[in-house]
T-cell receptor
């Protein structure tokens, strides 16, 4: 049981916009930044968004993030076949003094 | 460039211990915490613990306390994760990751992962 709650799956067709939610509590998302990671099976995770909505160099602006209260979301617009991957949200948890992860969302591009 | 290189695949018997290494390069080690995260087959990411290479300070997820020890060898600038009393459900890929901001969850660089298989 993950501390942060994500839908286990999401899907869309090429060109569509998809949103993935991430729900937490006051001790994690409610008081800290949210980070999003993309993981292609068989490879290490890669950071997609940092500090809620900031894109590292090289991440296209099709990826965007938002946070409100104890929830956050990742939006992917102009969906492409190579966006098929698992997506994880992460936030620091004050009560645990460590990061907490969402259970991951498997994105399928139909 | 920043790299974290981990040790190779291991197969262990239940009850044994395993030690995984993580050697960073390309940056000043004392500026960044190293975390350990694992992923069981077909499952999500699970945080295990972190170490501060500056002073050796550590913190572990409650689930692993008493079974995991993370260390930093200053002579070789290498992080180690020791997991004891292995069980079959410890079978997983173990990653080390550099945390860009202390206490953030922002892991900007990851090791390649080390597969640990626990089987009799």
């Amino acid at each position: 049981q993950s501390v942060l709650t994500q839908p286990p799956s999401a899907s869309g067709t090429p060109g569509q916009r998809v949103t993935i939610s991430c729900s937490g509590s006051s001790s994690n998302i409610g008081s800290n930044y949210v980070y999003w990671y993309q993981q292609v099976p068989g490879t290490a995770p890669k950071v997609l968004l940092y500090q809620n909505d900031q894109r590292p160099s090289g991440v296209p602006d099709r990826f965007s993030g938002a946070k409100s209260g104890t929830s956050a979301s990742l939006a992917i617009s102009g969906l492409r076949s190579d966006d098929e991957a698992d997506y994880y949200c992460v936030a620091w948890d004050e009560s645990l003094s460590g990061p907490v992860f969402g259970g991951g969302t498997k994105l399928t591009v139909l | 460039q920043v790299q974290l290189v981990q040790s190779g695949t291991e197969v262990k018997r239940p009850g044994a211990s395993v030690k995984v290494s993580c050697k960073p390069s390309g940056y000043t080690f004392t500026g960044y915490y190293i975390h350990w995260v694992r992923q069981a087959p077909g499952q999500g990411l699970e945080w295990m613990g972190w170490i501060n290479p500056t002073n050796g300070g550590t913190n572990y997820a409650q689930k692993f306390r008493g079974r995991v020890i993370v260390t930093w060898d200053t002579s070789t600038s290498t992080a180690y994760m020791d997991l004891t009393r292995l069980r079959s459900d410890d079978t997983a890929v173990y990653y080390c990751a550099r945390e860009f901001y202390d206490g953030s969850g922002y892991f900007d660089h990851w090791g390649q992962g080390t597969l640990i298989t626990v089987s009799s």
